[in-house]
Nanobody, 115 residues
Framework: VQLVESGGGLVQPGGSLSLSCAASGFTFSRYGMTWYRQAPGKERELVAA????????NYVDSVKGRFTISRDNTKNTVYLQMNSLKPEDTAIYYC?????????WGQGTQVTVSS
């Protein structure tokens, strides 16, 4: 099982980044997918979640209207489009796959929002 995040980096406030998470080793289309983030000194926080078919999506209040989660089950990939980024969005972003008692995590990708 492998989840590999990419697309992080340094961006100025107000800018955009697009994160990807490529999955392998399990039946991606049967798993709900989530994006979490963890800022220095803070607990890991659920940012966005999408069900296996992409029909149910949820966001933490702080990113509603700015972030968009999506998935392509033909490519075994989940995405997080982040717009209007703020310094407080700075964190390591992790994708996670969830189904019943199974929960897989990627290694994370750093997002830094700074001028």
């Amino acid at each position: 099982v492998q989840l590999v995040e990419s697309g992080g980096g340094l961006v100025q406030p107000g800018g955009s980044l697009s994160l990807s998470c490529a999955a392998s080793g399990f039946t991606f289309s049967r798993y709900g997918m989530t994006w979490y983030r963890q800022a220095p000194g803070k607990e890991r926080e659920l940012v966005a979640a999408i069900d296996s078919a992409g029909g149910s999506i949820n966001y933490v209040d702080s990113v509603k209207g700015r972030f968009t989660i999506s998935r392509d089950n033909t490519k075994n990939t989940v995405y997080l489009q982040m717009n209007s980024l703020k310094p407080e969005d700075t964190a390591i972003y992790y994708c996670s796959a969830i189904r019943r008692e199974f929960n897989y995590w990627g290694q994370g990708t750093q997002v830094t929002v700074s001028s």
